[in-house]
Nanobody, 123 residues
């Protein structure tokens, strides 16, 4: 099993920045990729960014150039740097891990999930 714990959420003004962190523990050797997803009330869960063991990344088109996903393997920690935040990006942000060998932004491809951290962007 893999346990994931997110932190770093909060409230920020439009155009502001936040950095989210995700601490992973347990059988992390079995995971191939990790990613960030977000979900607003009444909306579907959306893939934001994913990174694999080799550092390869994919991003949702809406966040390219503003968000950066990274990992510290020594600390088993995943990060998401978010810049120029927009009010429509207010959501619960989730950390996820999967065992598939290919990169993906589909939530069904990830089997482990954290509890989420709330991000609120005010206009």
């Amino acid at each position: 099993q893999v346990q994931l714990v997110e932190s770093g959420g909060g409230s920020v003004q439009s155009g502001g920045s936040l950095r989210l962190s995700c601490a992973a523990s347990g059988y992390t050797y079995s995971t191939y990729c990790m990613g960030w997803f977000r979900q607003a009330p009444g909306k579907e869960r959306e893939g934001v960014a994913t990174i694999d063991r080799y550092g390869r990344t994919i991003y949702a088109d809406s966040v390219k150039g503003r968000f950066t996903i990274s990992q510290d393997n020594a600390k088993n920690t995943l990060y998401l740097e978010m810049n120029s935040l927009k009010p429509e990006e207010t959501a619960m942000y989730y950390c996820a891990a999967g065992v598939k060998y290919s990169l993906s932004l589909r939530h069904a491809d990830f089997g482990y999930w954290g509890q989420g951290t709330q991000v609120t962007v005010s206009s």
